[in-house]
């Protein structure tokens, strides 16, 4: 299946929008609409769990509306989720080889702003109404349970902390 693709102004604000992170700025604000998680693999190479994240992201663009947006060789990796008036919602994995078998994994997943990107100036909109709280109603934890579950279907367990 091909990647969503998001309309103009969502492609032109998007990554704008994700540098900003203006929902992310007032910490008691950003925990009513972020999921993080973080876990342990063990017996897989970053590599591995990396071709497994982007089969995931490939398996579930029906699903949630996801784009891959960055890929930093086998340590990072951040793919974007648009609902369907494009509010971008963000998923971010980082990887930490922490022995000769051992990764550590981190996932986060967070609502970018307030104002979908997909109208004019959102970035700018969004950063003058940081303070504004809103609610994901759950949909970052969703998507990140359910890349959880690709990567068990991949053999790849992630031991939770």
Same mark, same amino acid.
């Given at each position: 299946?091909?990647?969503?693709?998001?309309t103009i102004f969502?492609?032109?604000?998007?990554?704008?929008?994700?540098?900003?992170?203006?929902?992310?700025?007032?910490?008691?604000?950003?925990?009513?609409?972020?999921?993080?998680?973080?876990?342990?693999?063990?017996?897989?190479?970053?590599?591995?769990?990396?071709?497994?994240?982007?089969?995931?992201?490939?398996? $579930?663009?029906?699903? /949630?509306?996801?784009? @891959?947006?960055?890929?930093? &060789?086998?340590?990072?990796? #951040?793919?974007?989720? %648009?609902?369907?008036?494009?509010?971008?919602?963000?998923?971010?994995?980082?990887?930490?080889?922490?022995?000769?078998?051992?990764?550590?994994?981190?996932?986060?997943?967070?609502?970018?702003?307030?104002?979908?990107?997909?109208?004019?100036?959102?970035?700018? $909109?969004?950063?003058? /109404?940081?303070?504004? @709280?809103?609610?994901?109603? &759950?949909?970052?934890?969703? #998507?990140v349970e359910h %890349?959880?579950?690709?990567?068990?279907?991949?053999?790849?367990?992630?031991?939770?902390?």
């Amino acid at each position: 299946m091909a990647a969503y693709e998001p309309t103009i102004f969502a492609q032109w604000q998007s990554d704008l929008q994700v540098n900003l992170r203006p929902s992310m700025w007032i910490p008691k604000l950003r925990d009513i609409h972020c999921h993080k998680i973080s876990g342990v693999i063990s017996g897989h190479e970053a590599h591995e769990v990396m071709a497994a994240l982007e089969a995931a992201t490939r398996s $579930l663009t029906d699903k /949630f509306q996801l784009r @891959p947006s960055q890929k930093q &060789g086998t340590t990072f990796y #951040r793919v974007y989720a %648009y609902t369907k008036v494009e509010w971008l919602d963000v998923l971010e994995f980082r990887l930490r080889k922490t022995g000769d078998t051992t990764l550590r994994i981190e996932v986060e997943g967070f609502s970018s702003g307030v104002v979908p990107v997909s109208v004019p100036l959102a970035p700018l $909109l969004n950063s003058a /109404f940081c303070w504004l @709280p809103f609610k994901d109603h &759950g949909f970052n934890k969703r #998507r990140v349970e359910h %890349y959880l579950r690709e990567l068990e279907k991949s053999g790849i367990h992630v031991a939770t902390d």
